[in-house]
């Protein structure tokens, strides 16, 4: 697995630990969503392109370096990866976004599209496909591929809690493609689930059943 990374600091790891209780809220879970996503975004920026640019400070002038914003691109698929989508654009604000809608057909764990709009110049930027659960790894084996066919080359994904057999899977399909995560939780359950998980990300994003 070794373009795995999970990232297991104490905040994130708290954070995860109240969110993954049945009990927690809608407000609560979304609350903490977006903060778990900055911290994760340390991590997945790590290597973000910089440019160098002149500044004065109250001392004098000096050349300082700036992250190349506009070169980011955060894509966000749909419906739960709106809910990572907000913490990065809390920290990178003029980052370009798209969004993938997508879901889980529920007999065969496939994903069903149904929406697709990226930005241009997919080839230029660093691409962040973002997706709080990567359990059987279809959806995000299928985000990448797409994002891939509209030219971008530096693609990483981002997800909150992942199972060993959906790594695998997009490892195999995309074994350039490195994977940031708060958790590599146990297993999937006959249904396709998580465990232990945190249940279904996008109804408890979105207070929906
Ligand atoms: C969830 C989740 C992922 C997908 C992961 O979305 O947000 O997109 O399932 O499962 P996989 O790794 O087996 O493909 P879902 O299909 O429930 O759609 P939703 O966000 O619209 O609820
Ligand atoms: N999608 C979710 O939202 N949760 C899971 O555990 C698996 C797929």
């Known amino acids: 697995m070794s373009n ?34 900055m911290l994760l975004a340390y991590e997945v920026l790590r290597d973000l392109p910089m440019e160098i640019v002149d500044i004065e400070t109250p001392v004098s002038p000096m050349k300082a370096k700036k ?50 709009k990226l930005p241009d110049k997919m080839g230029e930027r660093v691409t962040v496909v973002v997706d709080p659960m990567l359990a059987t790894g279809g959806s995000a084996a299928a985000a990448v591929t797409e994002v891939q066919k509209s030219g971008a080359k530096d693609v990483r994904f981002l997800a909150l809690v992942s199972a060993p057999e959906g790594y695998q899977r997009f490892a195999e399909e995309h074994p350039d493609v490195p994977v940031y ?29």
């Open 4 to 37: 795995l990374h999970v990232v297991d600091h104490p905040l994130i790891e708290h954070k995860l630990t109240l969110m993954r209780k049945k009990d927690a809220s809608t407000a609560s879970f979304r609350r903490l969503l977006r903060e778990i996503s």
């Open 181 to 209: 995560t708060a958790a590599l939780d146990e297993k999937l359950n006959e249904k396709g689930y998580i465990v232990p998980g945190l249940g279904d990300a996008g109804d408890r994003l979105f207070g929906t059943k």
């Open 67 to 116: 992250i190349q914003g506009k070169k980011v691109c955060f894509v966000s698929v749909l419906r739960a990866g709106d809910g990572l989508l907000q913490g990065l654009l809390d920290l990178v604000p003029v980052a370009r976004v798209g969004h993938l809608g997508m879901y889980r057909d529920h007999k065969t764990l496939e994903p069903v599209w149904y929406y697709n």
